[in-house]
């Protein structure tokens, strides 16, 4: 399973960004898909899981700003991100695990200025 994600950036405060990720190999479908994010000098922290029906979670922190969602036939999940805030500068990390083991995209850098 290889993971792609794009779409960071430059954004102000009050401003939004759109994640995606792509996904390769097969049962797209069977897995759930998070978003992860890690800022400077902090630990990763799990922001948005989608359940492979569609069920999602949030952490409390982007709860109603944030809507993660995934398109099962493009093998893709994205993440919406609204009103961002300055503290959502992170890069930004789509995940998901199949057994035991983790797959990790690459990162994507958002930055949010105030």
């Known amino acids: 399973v290889q993971l792609q994600a794009s779409g960071g950036g430059l954004v102000q405060a009050g401003g939004s960004l759109r994640l995606s990720c792509a996904a390769s190999g097969s049962a797209f479908s069977s897995f759930y898909m998070n978003w992860y994010r890690q800022a400077p000098g902090k630990q990763r922290e799990l922001v948005a899981t989608i359940s492979s029906g569609g069920r999602a979670n949030y952490a409390d922190s982007v709860k109603g700003r944030f809507t993660i969602s995934r398109d099962n036939s493009k093998n893709t999940a994205s993440l919406q991100m609204s009103s961002l805030k300055p503290e959502d500068t992170a890069v930004y990390y789509c995940?998901?695990?199949?057994?035991?083991?983790?797959?990790w995209g690459q990162g994507t850098l958002v930055t949010v200025s105030s």
């Open positions: 995940h998901t695990k199949r057994l035991s083991n983790d797959y």
